[in-house]
């Protein structure tokens, strides 16, 4: 190679970029413990490796034909311009309609209702719209993995409680053990990723008695709403008078239509929380996207769209648990969500993060190890399973477990 400039500009330009950062005051990390999100680490190994992915939440099949043309429709007719800061009111107000179809609650589409870049950004705006320096959030573990970091970076202080297989059941004595002056949230999650357990009546009850004339708002991650199974009721908190006037309740598009690669989501919360709501998410987002914000208003006006998929997903839920019958492993109850645990220890008592790689590796299935959702790591010997799959998909995957 030729150099344009003598060899020594070259090792100044070297030098300077090299000495710049040295030089500057050490980042004070925000999130010093943090690493990459488990779920980027295991699809980037199962695809480095060729294997099944069932590790991070998400389908392998086509999101519906109708709503893909529905988009392009609102592509064509013009419809790719800033959205309103709080979403397209056409589909504010569809949400409005199932949210009072499914849960009897009314919400007003122009001051309680914001369309959301997914769930994660509703659940990272409501948390910091909300908690203050050394506010105290109640979370349970294991819990999925951008609670604790949103809450940290508002300046909370994160409170959690160690729930345990087979049933991970919420111990309400210590709920109350943990609550005091400072409690300024508790997050809930029904369906639960990553147990796939749901709250009930009786959860519901101590909640409400708990929080009953306390200063303590509830961040309820429902995004997994219409994937409940064996006829189970999803305990919404917008069905309850007592707690939906202190809830931000999460919900999203991506996991019930199949496309969680849109980001989309909502959030739905009482006005004086949701006009803080909005002070964040206009500086986050501003706004989503507009023509699948119009393509989805226009797709819900089909309730099937929605009442249809606990039957869709049972049914892959079944055909799944039937084929992990025939291995080692150990089944762990799914109510709802798209996932499924499985206990391995009678398999080996490798640490679960080790052997999530070496399935990954050497049988070629990827599954989550949910010791990543332990604050403490605690290490249950539990995998989690995603059986948003293609039939193929979920015989392969079992035709290889088998074989443990
Ligand atoms: N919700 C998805 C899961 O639990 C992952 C989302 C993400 O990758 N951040 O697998």
Known sequence: MRLRFPLRFYFSALSFFTYFRPNMTPIISKLPNTGTTIFTLMSALANEVGAINLSQGFPDFETSPVL?????TAMKKGHNQYAPMAGVLALREQIAKKTEKLYGAIYNPD??????????QAIFTAITSVINTNDEVIIFEPAFDCY???????????????????????????VRRLTNSKTRMIILNSPHNPTATILNKNDIDELSAL???????????????????????HESMARYEDLRPRSFIVA???????????KIGYCMAPAFLMQEFRKVHQFLVFSVNSPIQHAIAEYLKDENTYLSLPAFFQEKRDYFREGLKETKFELLPSFGSYFQSVKYDKITDEKDCDFALQLTKEIGVAAIPTSVFYSKGTDYKVLRFCFAKKQETLDKAIERLIKI
């Not at 940290?152 to 919420?170: C, D, F, R, T």
């Not at 306390?214 to 006829?231: A, K, R």
Request: hydrophobic share 40%; charged share 20%.
């Open 68 to 72: 893909i043309k529905l988009v392009n």
């Open 111 to 120: 001051t309680e209702i914001t369309v959301t870049a997914g769930g994660t």
């Open 148 to 174: 604790a970091p949103a809450i940290k970076l508002a300046g909370g202080i994160v409170k959690s409680l160690e729930l345990e297989p087979p049933n991970y059941q919420i111990d309400w004595n210590m």
């Open 211 to 233: 929080v009953k004339n306390q200063d303590i708002f509830i961040l309820s991650d429902e995004v997994y709403e219409h994937l409940i199974y064996d006829g189970k009721t």
């Open 252 to 262: 999203s598009f991506g996991k019930p239509f199949h496309a969680t690669g849109w």
